[in-house]
């Protein structure tokens, strides 16, 4: 499978999952809220059920005899109580027959009317008049006589509209759920992009990484394939006499190595998991001796190379990781200048943080890369022949200033050349 196909494999798997998630979410949200509307509408209609079954089971005999006479009234020992004209009582011996259809002549389709004699409580029937479909609500009550005979008092009452409204409740829901459903289809084929950015992302690390890998390493291993090629050709020569080869080998193997030193670093900066080992740093005294060595590089190459540190200016940071940063960046000035060009660094307090610059009288940068220099792997060719680092050191830079929690810009040093700074938290008055 290309490429192309997987990730819009992965955004269609993104979208119905979350169409479904959706679509569960909203059928649960719609019988919950049909389930509410139902409660309500037959809540009246169901509470004078119940209060008349109460009645009837209070004096089976009498509410017998008084619905075989079509009488809708119950004798109790607290006076009478009368069902409402709204219910109809459909009395039925033990087969299931009607035992008062005559006093329901006027209502003979509520004849109609299904009965099971194991069903009982609430139920919802459908009856047909005059090709209309009629709605009832449904209550059947077993009782039993003091002579021992079982009767079944089926008691209903018109629901059309209750029914009707409920209808209008479910294709309002129904409705709103299909358009929802169709907006979490839209958003969710724009989400499932984002959900997928991450594959696209590491994809294209790869392909970076890939890209300048095979171009990085293609040089130094043909030089040294070649420098060995030309040895073997002499193999009674002495060393003295093939010194070329060997250092163009040695001086090849040194950037592979430090290719991959670099790229380990890089690595073990953007893991999360990786620990700062935080200690009390005198940045000026720190700065003040590591550049002894690359002063002596920049006076040999004729350069020149100053300092400006202010006393005193403490900071909490990884000793190993900050003398690497200095490091990168002085190595970027020195690489960047020129015999007579001027290298200046300095470490000051500046809006309560330690601020580190380093500024260099060299080549500079063009304005459209200032933005670029701490991508990975970018090199802005400042010089054709001295384009040869790895487009990682400044990148490294980077990483380390925001793992110590700081800041790292990049701008022009006028009249010319680049100004590296760097800012970072110092140490709190009264803590190590």
């Known amino acids: 499978m290309d490429r192309k196909a997987f990730l819009l494999q992965r ?34 209609v169901d509470r004078q059920m119940e209060h008349a079954a109460q009645a009837i089971e209070s004096n089976v005999d009498g509410a017998v005899e008084n619905f075989q006479n079509g009488k809708n009234i119950v ?19 033990r087969q299931g027959n009607i035992l008062n259809a005559e006093y329901l ?4 389709y509520m004849l109609n009317v299904g009965f099971q004699a194991g069903a009982h409580g609430m139920q919802t029937e459908s009856v047909e008049r005059n090709s209309f479909v009629l709605y009832y609500r449904t209550y059947t009550l077993a009782v039993t006589t003091s002579a021992g005979e079982t009767f079944y ?45 991450g594959v696209t992302e590491a994809w294209e690390r790869q392909d970076e990484f890939i890209s300048y890998a095979s171009h990085e390493l293609r040089s130094p291993l043909a030089v040294i394939h070649s420098s060995l ?13 093939r010194s070329d080869l060997i250092m163009n080998s040695l001086t090849e193997t040194s950037r592979l190595r430090k290719m991959a030193s670099n790229l380990l670093e890089m690595v073990q900066l953007q893991a999360a998991e990786m620990t700062i080992h935080r200690e009390n740093i005198h940045l000026d005294q720190m700065v003040g001796d590591f550049i002894e060595p690359f002063r002596y590089q920049a006076e040999a190459a004729g350069k020149t190379m100053a300092c400006t540190l202010q006393h005193g200016l403490d900071i909490q940071a990884d000793r190993q990781l900050l003398t690497e940063l200095l490091a990168i960046l002085l190595e970027n000035a020195l690489k960047y200048t020129e015999p007579g060009d001027s290298i200046r660094v300095s470490a000051q307090m500046a ?21 670029k220099i701490f991508t990975r792997f970018y090199r802005e060719e400042r010089q054709q022949s001295k384009a040869d680092g790895s487009g990682l050191g400044l990148y490294i ?36």
């Open 11 to 44: 955004r269609l798997r993104y979208m119905l999952l979350l169409f479904v998630v959706f679509l569960a979410l909203f059928g649960i949200f719609d019988l919950i809220v049909y389930a509410v509307a139902e409660g309500a509408l037959y809540e009246d």
């Open 75 to 93: 004798y109790t020992d607290r006076g009478s109580y009368v069902i409402t004209y709204r219910i109809f009582l459909l009395l039925r011996d």
């Open 105 to 108: 002549s006027s209502f003979d």
């Open 153 to 197: 008092v089926q008691m209903t009452t018109d629901s059309t509209e209750i029914e009707a409204s409920l209808a209008i409740i479910l294709r309002v829901l129904v409705q709103c759920t299909l358009a929802a459903m169709l907006l979490v289809l839209i958003v969710g084929w724009f989400l499932s992009k984002t959900l997928v950015q």
């Open 229 to 241: 090629e030309l040895l073997l050709d002499t193999p009674g020569a002495r060393i003295i006499e």
């Open 351 to 371: 809006d309560g943080k330690a601020v580190l610059a380093v500024s260099d009288t060299g080549v500079g940068i063009k304005d459209e890369a200032l933005g």
């Open 397 to 432: 830079a980077s990483l380390i200033v925001t793992r110590h929690g700081g800041r790292i810009t990049a701008a022009h040093n006028r009249p010319k050349g680049t100004t590296f700074a760097v800012t970072l938290p110092v140490r709190e008055k009264g803590k190590a």
